[in-house]
């Protein structure tokens, strides 16, 4: 989801992108991100992949580590030697969320889960790598293109009248199409270090589903769940929305919006007024 957009970004503003997927380059092999990065001579690499599986993590965390870790830490390090700068995309999910308040950037991570772990040393392996690195963590990614929450409420809409979401998780969801222009714009700053990038405003899921029918004219009764009750493999952070101490921050346009715009484009590429 997210490197589509990027790449859209990049053609946007005139920039001429080399976009490699999964087919192209293993990010964990590290001479085949050193021969891409001596074939290519980029300026700037922007990390948009990513174990993002939360739960499939805690059964197999070596995994999600040779992606999220072992990947991040070979671009960065291959940037370095190379010349170029790094934007690593982390998670929300590498704090505990225990705080109460939304996180900053000075706030100490504490990831409790696979998935977080694997995140929260990425971020260190990156900015260990390379003193030229952007890591910017942002929450709760949707965007056209790939499976994501507002798609799972849509299609289990359709199947039956009602739903059942926790409403014990605050975070910030975050329309990747937003995100990547912002990642686009950090390609041209210099201050590097951690940077937090995510819609403005917070809600629960129960919240987000509500507004996802809400905007689509959906009937369908979203009924409230605990995450206890919802027994999800992996532990999330009850309260792991991203607020910015940074003094020239980049800042998204709100939740709600970003949904409007990601409805409004998931129905032009449908063909649907």
Wanted: glycine share 8%; charged share 20%.
């Amino acid at each position: 989801m997210l490197g589509r957009d990027v790449v859209e970004a990049c053609a946007a503003r005139g920039h001429d992108p080399i976009a490699l997927g999964h087919a192209e380059l293993d990010i964990s092999d590290g001479l085949a991100v050193d021969e891409a990065f001596a074939a290519f001579s980029p300026e700037v690499a922007i990390n948009c992949a990513a174990w993002t599986d939360v739960d499939g993590a805690e059964d197999d965390e070596r995994a999600a580590m040779r992606i999220n870790d072992t990947g991040a830490g070979l671009l960065s390090s291959s940037a370095a030697a190379h010349g170029a700068a790094i934007i690593h995309v982390s998670s929300d999910y590498v704090f505990d969320g225990k705080k109460g308040a939304a996180y900053v950037e000075s706030d100490q991570p504490s990831a409790i889960s696979a998935y977080g772990r694997s995140k929260q040393a990425g971020e260190t392996s990156v900015a260990t790598a390379n003193p030229r690195h952007h890591v910017v963590r942002s929450s709760w990614l949707y965007g056209l293109g790939g499976s994501n929450f507002v798609e799972t409420m849509l299609r289990i809409a359709s199947e039956q009248p009602e739903v059942l979401v926790v409403n014990d998780q605050i975070g910030c969801p975050t329309y990747t199409r937003h995100l990547a222009g912002a990642l686009l714009a950090l390609t041209e700053r210099e201050d590097f270090g951690i940077h937090h990038v995510a819609a403005a405003g917070r809600c629960s899921w129960f919240e987000f589903a509500q507004e996802i029918f809400d905007q689509e004219g959906i009937e369908c009764r979203v009924m409230a769940a605990t995450t206890e009750m919802l027994a999800r493999k992996a532990p999330r952070p009850p309260h792991s929305a991203l607020a910015t101490e940074h003094p020239d921050p980049i800042e998204l346009p709100s939740w709600r919006r970003g949904l409007t715009e990601y409805l409004s484009a998931r129905r032009a590429r449908a063909g649907v007024a």
